[in-house]
């Protein structure tokens, strides 16, 4: 068409570009290549409202004696008014690619008639038509690879909600998930995250880092990202200029803190946060993150969301199951239990199947029984890592197992480092870090107590219901 320079800049919603192509000779001055430069959005959508008056047909012939023109694209002083007809140093032709809905796809920018003059109304058409059949095409092939993207990733919802549900183990749900989102979303890292809001606390179920699993223990809460989803329910993306500007407008500053998220795992540029409920009620969070700018999109938002809604659908139903394997479990082994004690009326072959029960069923290292003798507790019986304790008297007044039966409440207590003479001395025999104790009451009154030492896990309330 008889133009030195073309450059072809496709656009993202933001009018950042995403593929530039040049043709041509070479800009040699400096004048022409400030005007064909690629520029970020930001000075596009400050440009699209005056190019307007320089509008002709689908084209945008820039006048370069407009003092506009040629301080934005040339960074220069007027150029003094032509002919009309003869191309000046700071002419410029713009051509703006729109879909079918309107939207900015790209810019095209033309320089450098070798003819130097300005196109004519038949060069004007035939630049148009070239426009417009662009346009077209780029739309076209835009359209389809969006529809290729969303079926694939439709193929990996689809994929992930067969795989969530294959499970009924916590913990390896959350495993599944975490492949399932890296395998979707471009991630660094992937993390599942228990927040309390209530506690300030921030408690990392599982996190994947570049493919490796690291543990990190409880982290204070604060008021990072996961604290916001947390608070508001409604997923957090950060990093993205869409995101971004839409959080300075809305006052939501300033920024939030990526901590919570990342730990010491490094840095991050881009992270996308969503909430993972069941009905009302927050289970977790749902967290990735990449060391590049603008990674994450509304279409990744929508996608990370419906696999946390599978994930918690499935990790619901494993609690569900999980609860009703240990209430099945306790049934059993309580009917056992009254089985085992009504099989004999010898006092030591009961207290021994009662805390060989107990054992089992609580997975404790030891169980003991003290019963009442006046002012002191006897233990009766014992069990596992308590046996050294068989034999011994303990005080009611002053000892923990008498606390329990005095006050005949259940006692439940994870950390064994109690400053007492009298614990202390249990301590030389048998070192406790965490027990229970339930007090034994019959018609007559408390006759003693049974007790349970030391596992991994804490103890509860329910393990105190079933001792």
Same mark, same amino acid.
């Given at each position: 068409?008889?133009?030195?320079?073309?450059?072809?800049?496709?656009?993202?919603?933001?009018?950042?570009?995403?593929?530039?192509?040049?043709?041509?000779?070479?800009?040699?001055?400096?004048?022409?290549?400030?005007?064909?430069?690629?520029?970020?959005?930001?000075?596009?959508?400050?440009?699209?409202?005056?190019?307007?008056?320089?509008?002709?047909?689908?084209?945008?012939?820039?006048?370069?004696?407009?003092?506009?023109?040629?301080?934005?694209?040339?960074?220069?002083?007027? $150029?003094?008014? /032509?002919?009309?007809?003869?191309?000046?140093?700071?002419?410029?032709?713009?051509?703006?690619?729109?879909?079918?809905?309107?939207?900015?796809?790209?810019?095209?920018?033309?320089?450098?008639?070798?003819?130097?003059?300005?196109?004519?109304?038949?060069?004007?058409?035939?630049?148009?038509? !070239?426009?417009? $059949?662009?346009?077209?095409?780029?739309?076209?092939?835009?359209?389809?690879?969006?529809?290729?993207?969303?079926?694939?990733?439709?193929?990996?919802?689809?994929?992930?909600?067969?795989?969530?549900?294959?499970?009924?183990?916590?913990?390896?749900?959350?495993?599944?998930?975490?492949?399932?989102? @890296?395998?979707?979303?471009?991630?660094? /890292?992937?993390?599942?995250?228990?927040?309390?809001?209530?506690?300030?606390?921030?408690? %990392?179920?599982?996190?994947?880092?570049?493919?490796?699993?690291?543990?990190?223990?409880?982290?204070?809460?604060?008021?990072?990202?996961?604290?916001?989803?947390?608070?508001?329910?409604?997923?957090?993306?950060?990093?993205?200029?869409?995101?971004?500007?839409?959080?300075?407008?809305?006052?939501?500053?300033?920024?939030?803190?990526?901590?919570?998220?990342?730990?010491?795992?490094?840095?991050?540029?881009?992270?996308?946060?969503?909430?993972?409920?069941?009905?009302?009620?927050?289970?977790?969070?749902?967290?990735?993150?990449?060391? &590049?700018?603008?990674?994450?999109?509304?279409?990744?938002?929508?996608?990370?969301?419906?696999?946390?809604?599978?994930?918690?659908?499935?990790?619901? &139903?494993?609690?569900?199951?999980?609860?009703?394997?240990?209430?099945?479990?306790?049934?059993?082994?309580?009917?056992?239990?009254?089985?085992?004690?009504?099989?004999?009326?010898?006092?030591?072959?009961?207290?021994?199947?009662?805390?060989?029960?107990?054992?089992?069923?609580?997975?404790?290292?030891?169980?003991?029984?003290?019963?009442?003798?006046?002012?002191?507790? $006897?233990?009766?019986?014992?069990? /596992?890592?308590?046996?050294?304790?068989?034999?011994?008297?303990?005080?009611?007044?002053?000892?923990?197992?008498?606390?329990?039966?005095?006050?005949?409440?259940? !006692?439940?207590? &994870?950390?064994?480092?109690?400053?007492?003479?009298?614990?202390?001395?249990?301590?030389?025999?048998?070192? !406790? @870090?965490?027990?229970?104790?339930?007090?034994?009451? %019959?018609?007559?009154?408390?006759?003693?107590?049974?007790?349970?030492?030391?596992?991994?896990?804490?103890?509860? @309330?329910?393990? /105190?219901?079933?001792?």
């Amino acid at each position: 068409m008889g133009f030195d320079r073309v450059v072809i800049s496709l656009r993202d919603a933001s009018l950042n570009p995403l593929l530039v192509v040049r043709a041509g000779l070479p800009e040699t001055t400096s004048q022409s290549g400030l005007a064909l430069k690629p520029l970020p959005g930001a000075v596009w959508r400050r440009r699209l409202s005056h190019l307007e008056r320089f509008r002709v047909g689908d084209l945008h012939l820039l006048d370069g004696s407009d003092p506009w023109v040629s301080r934005e694209f040339f960074g220069a002083v007027a $150029h003094p008014a /032509g002919d009309g007809d003869t191309w000046l140093p700071t002419d410029l032709i713009v051509a703006l690619l729109r879909g079918a809905d309107g939207n900015l796809l790209g810019i095209v920018t033309l320089a450098g008639p070798r003819d130097g003059r300005r196109p004519s109304e038949v060069c004007r058409c035939d630049l148009s038509a !070239i426009v417009r $059949h662009l346009a077209a095409r780029v739309a076209y092939d835009a359209l389809r690879e969006l529809a290729e993207r969303r079926h694939q990733r439709l193929l990996r919802l689809q994929e992930a909600g067969a795989s969530l549900t294959r499970s009924l183990d916590e913990h390896e749900i959350m495993r599944e998930l975490t492949r399932q989102v @890296q395998l979707a979303v471009r991630a660094d /890292g992937v993390a599942v995250l228990i927040p309390d809001l209530d506690g300030d606390m921030l408690t %990392t179920a599982l996190r994947m880092v570049r493919g490796v699993e690291r543990a990190r223990g409880p982290v204070r809460l604060g008021d990072g990202i996961v604290a916001e989803v947390a608070r508001t329910g409604r997923p957090v993306r950060v990093g993205d200029r869409d995101a971004d500007r839409a959080r300075k407008r809305a006052g939501l500053i300033p920024p939030l803190s990526m901590y919570d998220v990342l730990g010491e795992s490094g840095v991050a540029t881009s992270v996308l946060a969503v909430p993972m409920r069941v009905g009302i009620r927050l289970l977790a969070v749902l967290a990735v993150h990449s060391t &590049n700018a603008d990674v994450y999109t509304a279409e990744d938002e929508e996608v990370l969301a419906t696999m946390a809604s599978q994930a918690v659908t499935a990790m619901a &139903n494993a609690r569900r199951y999980a609860e009703s394997e240990r209430e099945r479990r306790t049934t059993e082994a309580l009917a056992d239990v009254a089985r085992a004690v009504g099989e004999s009326l010898r006092l030591g072959e009961v207290l021994r199947r009662i805390l060989r029960h107990t054992v089992s069923l609580l997975g404790v290292e030891g169980a003991c029984v003290a019963l009442r003798n006046g002012e002191y507790l $006897h233990i009766m019986a014992s069990i /596992g890592s308590a046996d050294v304790l068989s034999g011994v008297h303990l005080p009611v007044i002053g000892s923990v197992i008498g606390r329990s039966v005095v006050s005949n409440e259940l !006692i439940v207590l &994870n950390d064994g480092n109690t400053e007492t003479a009298i614990q202390r001395m249990v301590q030389s025999h048998a070192p !406790i @870090q965490r027990m229970v104790i339930a007090p034994l009451i %019959t018609g007559r009154g408390t006759i003693g107590a049974i007790a349970v030492i030391n596992r991994d896990r804490p103890f509860d @309330q329910d393990d /105190g219901k079933v001792l």
